[in-house]
DNA sequence: GCAAGCCCAGATAGT
DNA sequence: CTGGGCTTGC
C-alpha cells in the first residue's frame, strides 16, 4: 500500500500518463475518450474527428479499462512504480509505455465485450482496420458493424423464436415492391392511389416506430390509412410465408426478439458490456430502443452524431434520438466538439452561414485554425454539358499541372440522374473515374437471376425469386401456370415451392406437371450439391445446368457477351468470399450481398475522380469537391421546397456537402437543363445564395451572355476559352435579330423566361423559351418580346 | 407460351 | 429519353 502522499501523486501523475499516450486529442476529445463508465453523448461538427474519437475510445477502453476516472488505486502499485511514471513524465522514454500501462489499467474491457455500430460495412472496416493499426490483433475482435448486419447475425441464431427459419431471405426494395404489387392487384383497389411505393413508404414508417401490423390495424378512421393497415398485414404474411424479411424488419423482429425471450436478452445484454454508436443523429426509433436493449444491463453507451448532419429524416430518421438520450440516461455526459480540423476558413464559414438559416437546430458554430484557403468557386453555365465539361476542365488543369491527383477531387450531386452527364465528360475527357451509385453491379439483371437461382436453393419458399427463375431461362412454365401455382399458394397459405413439389397431386396442374417435376428436381439437386460441394462449384453448376449459360452463349444480342462478363464477374466474388470468409455458406453470401451497398465498394486509394450522391458523401472528405445542380427545384428538391422542415433537411444537405471539401470547394450550375427529355430552367440556389459575397467567386460561362443583371460577375477566361471551343459545334446559330440564346425576355402572356433555342424560318425565327409555366414555342416577329 | 412492339409514366435520398 | 408493363399476333 502506498502512504497518503503518494497515494495523491499516482493519482495526478496516472491521469498526466494518460493524457500523454493521447496527446493527439484535444482536450474535448479526451473528455470523450477518458469517460469510460456510463454514458455519453458526443455532440460532434463536421471535421471534428468524432471517428477518431471513436476509435481511441474503444482503444481505450481495451488498453485501459476505466482508469482515468477511477479513484482506486490497485494494491500492487509500489513507490518505485509511481516514480517510474514520473520518470517517463519527465523524460517520455517509449520502451516504458506498455510496463506503466500494465500497471495503472483499471478494469480493462474485453474486445469481445464492445460493440460500435456504423453506418456502412465500409466504415465498420476502416474502424477496424484503424484500431488494427492502433492496439494490434485486439482491434480484430471488436465487434463493428451496421445495425443492420448487427442484427442479422442476431436473427441467424435466433428467429426461430418468432416462428420463421434460420434461412430466411432478405428481400431488397425491389423484392418487396414486386410482392406488394401483387397484393395490389388482388385487393382490387384503387392501384392509382396505392402504388407500391406509397403503400410500402407507410408501412416502413410504422415499422421504424415498431409498429406491427397488428398495432395498427383497425386503428385507423382514415380511409387511406385503413386500407394501408390491411395491405401491410398480408404484406407481412406474405413475407413470412415465403420465409423471408425486409430492411426494416431486420430491426423491428430483433427488437422483438429482445422483447419476448428474457434468454436471449440477458444474453446480448451480458455480451455488450460497452456500446457505441456513430451517426447517431440518423438514428430511427427503432434503432434507439435496440441501443437500449444493447445498453440496458450496463448502461455504458456512447452516441456520436451531428444534429445539422442529420439527412436521413425521410428514412425515419429523428432528431427526438439525440434529445431522448439525455432524458433515458440520466448523468449522461455531454461534450461538444466544435473544432474543425478539415476545411479552410472560407469553406468552413461558407457551410456555417448556410446552416445558421435553419431554425430547428441545436446551434453550434464551427472553428477551425486551418488557413484561409481559397474563396469558394461558383460557375455558371449554359446546360447540364457545359456544366460536365467544366468540372472536366478544371480537373485536367490541375491534374496536368501537378497541382493534384484525380484522387483528390469529387463530384457530389443530389439525384443520381445527374451523374450520367457527368460521366460522358469524363470519358470524352479521358478522365479516370468510378461513380458511386445504390447497387448497380448487382442490380444487372443477369446477376440478379444468378442470387435468385441461390437464394431459391438457400431457401425455396422464396416466391419472389422463385418467380424471377422459375421460367428464366425459358422452359414453357408460362405466365397462366405460375398464377396458378401462386392462387394455389395463396389460399392453402403455403409457398409456391410446396404446391410445385406436391404438384401431381393438383387436377389442374395435369397438364404442366412435368415441366413443374423437372424444375422441382434440379432445384433438389442444387440443394444436394450445395450439401457437398464449395460455393463457387456450386454457382458454376447451377450456371450451366439451368441452362443459363446456353442462353447467354446462343443470344445473338451484342449485349449478350458483357453480361458473360458480368457472370465470370460474379464469380471471381464469390470465389473471393470463398477465400475471405472464417466459415463460408451460401446464407452468409447472399447475406452479405444483400446488406451490401456500393458506397462499401469505394477504394480511397483508387486515382480516381469520384462521383457520388451527397448522401453517399457522408463521412468523407476530398481536397476538392464540386457540388454541382445547385439550382433551385433541384437542390433543394422540387418535393421539399413547399415544407419548412424538409427544406431544412435540404440545407443540411448542402452543409453536408460543403464540409466534404478539405482545401477548395465549386459550386455548379447550369441556365438550362434537360430533364425527363425537357428542358427546364431553375434560378440559382438558396444555398448558393446564403453564402455571403466575400467568399464567394463568381464566374460564367462566355456562351451566357452577359447583360447588364450578370454584369457584375466576372468571367474566368481561361475556362471559358477552353468550354466554347470544345462545345462550338452544339452552339444554336443566332442571326440579325437583337436577340441570343441564353437571353432573358418576357411575354405577355408567359412571364419571364429565357430564350433556349433559335431556329431561322422563313423570314422569321422560332423561338423556344423556357417560361415559369413551360418551355413554349413562339414565332419572334409575332410574339411581344421584351429583352430584360 | 412467347416475342415483338407499343405505350406511358417516370426520377429525391438508401439500409 | 428510357424502360417496364401490357397487348397483339403467331
Known amino acids: 500500500m502506498l502512504n497518503a502522499k503518494y497515494q495523491e501523486k ?3 501523475l496516472k491521469n498526466k500518463f494518460l493524457k500523454l499516450q493521447f496527446s493527439k486529442l484535444n482536450p474535448m476529445q479526451q473528455k470523450a475518450v477518458f469517460n469510460s463508465e456510463g454514458s455519453c453523448l458526443v455532440l460532434a461538427g463536421a471535421g471534428s474527428g468524432k471517428t477518431t474519437v471513436i476509435i481511441n475510445k474503444i482503444a481505450f477502453l481495451i488498453k485501459y479499462g476505466d482508469a482515468y476516472y477511477n479513484e482506486e488505486i490497485p494494491n500492487y502499485i509500489t513507490e518505485q512504480d509511481v516514480d517510474l511514471i514520473e520518470e517517463y513524465i519527465n523524460n517520455p522514454d517509449e520502451d516504458l509505455v506498455e510496463k506503466i500501462s500494465e500497471l495503472i489499467k483499471y478494469n480493462p474491457v474485453s474486445p469481445y465485450n464492445i460493440i460500435a455500430i456504423t453506418f456502412t460495412n465500409k466504415a465498420a472496416e476502416e474502424l477496424k482496420n484503424r484500431l488494427y493499426n492502433f492496439i494490434g490483433e485486439k482491434g480484430n475482435d471488436v465487434i463493428a458493424s451496421t445495425f443492420h448486419s448487427a442484427c442479422v447475425k442476431i436473427l441467424r441464431r435466433y428467429i426461430d423464436r418468432l416462428g420463421y427459419e434460420r434461412s430466411f431471405a432478405i428481400y431488397d426494395t425491389e423484392d418487396s415492391k414486386s410482392v406488394m404489387k401483387d397484393i395490389i392487384k388482388s385487393a382490387e383497389i384503387d392501384s392509382q392511389l396505392f402504388t407500391p411505393k406509397i403503400v410500402l413508404s407507410e408501412i416502413s414508417k410504422w415499422k421504424n416506430q415498431l409498429l406491427s401490423h397488428k398495432d395498427v390495424e383497425g386503428k385507423y378512421e382514415d380511409i387511406r390509412l385503413k386500407t394501408i393497415s390491411e395491405l401491410y398485414t398480408i404484406y407481412q404474411e406474405r413475407l413470412k410465408k415465403a420465409n423471408a424479411v425486409d430492411f426494416d424488419d431486420i430491426i423491428m423482429l430483433t427488437v422483438r426478439l429482445f422483447e419476448e425471450n428474457d434468454d436471449v436478452r440477458e444474453f446480448y445484454q451480458n455480451k455488450f458490456k460497452y456500446v457505441l454508436v456513430d451517426e447517431y443523429q440518423d438514428t430511427n426509433y427503432a434503432q434507439y430502443m435496440l441501443c437500449k436493449f444493447f445498453a440496458d444491463k450496463y448502461k455504458n453507451i456512447c452516441v456520436v452524431g451531428d444534429d445539422d448532419q442529420s439527412i436521413y429524416k425521410f428514412r425515419g430518421a429523428t432528431i427526438e434520438n439525440i434529445l431522448n438520450f439525455e432524458k433515458n440516461y440520466k448523468d449522461t455526459q455531454v461534450i461538444r466538439l466544435e473544432q474543425n480540423y478539415r476545411s479552410t476558413k472560407n469553406i468552413l464559414s461558407a457551410a456555417n452561414n448556410v446552416i445558421d438559416n435553419n431554425r430547428m437546430r441545436k446551434g453550434k458554430t464551427l472553428w477551425t485554425e486551418n ?7 461558383v460557375f455558371e453555365s449554359l446546360d447540364q454539358t457545359e456544366e460536365a465539361m467544366y468540372l472536366s476542365q478544371v480537373i485536367q488543369n490541375m491534374v496536368s499541372s501537378g497541382e493534384r491527383n484525380y484522387k483528390d477531387f469529387a463530384v457530389l450531386y443530389r439525384t443520381n440522374a445527374q451523374s450520367a452527364s457527368v460521366e460522358t465528360a469524363f470519358v470524352k475527357s479521358g478522365i479516370p473515374y468510378r461513380l458511386i451509385g445504390a447497387h448497380k453491379f448487382y442490380d444487372r439483371k443477369e446477376i440478379k437471376d444468378m442470387l435468385a437461382y441461390l437464394s431459391v436453393i438457400n431457401n425455396p419458399h422464396d416466391d419472389v425469386r422463385l418467380k424471377r427463375i422459375i421460367n428464366e431461362p425459358k422452359r414453357s412454365i408460362g405466365k397462366a401456370t405460375i398464377d396458378l401455382v401462386e392462387i394455389l ?7 409456391m415451392y410446396q404446391v410445385i413439389s406436391e404438384c401431381e397431386e393438383y387436377e389442374i396442374l395435369q397438364k404442366v406437371k412435368t415441366k413443374l417435376i423437372d424444375f422441382r428436381d434440379m432445384i433438389e439437386r442444387f440443394s444436394e450439391y450445395n450439401r457437398g460441394m464449395s460455393l463457387s462449384s456450386l454457382f458454376t453448376s447451377v450456371y450451366s445446368e439451368t441452362g443459363y449459360e ?6 445473338k444480342d451484342p449485349s449478350a457477351k458483357e453480361r458473360i462478363e458480368n457472370i465470370g464477374q460474379l464469380h471471381s466474388n464469390i470465389v473471393e468470399y470463398e477465400s475471405s470468409a472464417q466459415t463460408p455458406s451460401l446464407s452468409e453470401y447472399l447475406e452479405e450481398v444483400s446488406l451490401f451497398t456500393d458506397i462499401d465498394n469505394f477504394d480511397a486509394g483508387e486515382n480516381a475522380v469520384v462521383g ?35 427544406l431544412e433537411e435540404e440545407r443540411r444537405l448542402a452543409y453536408v456537402a460543403y464540409t466534404r471539401a478539405k482545401s477548395q470547394l465549386y459550386l455548379t450550375r447550369a441556365s438550362q437543363r434537360l430533364m425527363f427529355g425537357k428542358t427546364s430552367v431553375n434560378p440559382v440556389s438558396r444555398f448558393v445564395t446564403e453564402i455571403p459575397s466575400d467568399l464567394k467567386h463568381e464566374c460564367r460561362s462566355k456562351r451566357l451572355s452577359t447583360s447588364s443583371s450578370f454584369g457584375n460577375f466576372e468571367i474566368d477566361s481561361k475556362i471559358n476559352e477552353q468550354a466554347t471551343k470544345s462545345s462550338l459545334s452544339s452552339q444554336t446559330t443566332t442571326n440579325k435579330t437583337d436577340y441570343k440564346v441564353g437571353e432573358r425576355v418576357s411575354h405577355a402572356t408567359f412571364g419571364e423566361g429565357m430564350i433556349i433555342s433559335m431556329t431561322p424560318m422563313g423570314n422569321d425565327i422560332l423561338m423556344e423559351i423556357a417560361f415559369p409555366v413551360g418551355t413554349k414555342k413562339v414565332m419572334a416577329n409575332f410574339a411581344k418580346l421584351k429583352k430584360i
Not at 489 to 495: I, K
Not at 621 to 632: K, L, S
Open 10 to 12: 499516482y493519482l495526478k
Open 371 to 377: 488557413e484561409l484557403g481559397e474563396k469558394i468557386t
Open 489 to 495: 399458394a395463396n389460399s392453402l397459405e403455403c409457398s
Open 550 to 555: 446456353k442462353m447467354l452463349i446462343t443470344d
Open 612 to 646: 457520388m450522391t451527397i448522401h453517399g458523401a457522408k463521412g468523407l472528405e476530398f481536397p476538392v469537391v464540386f457540388v454541382i445542380g445547385m439550382e433551385e427545384n433541384l437542390f433543394p428538391s422540387s418535393m421539399s421546397v413547399l415544407s419548412e422542415t424538409e
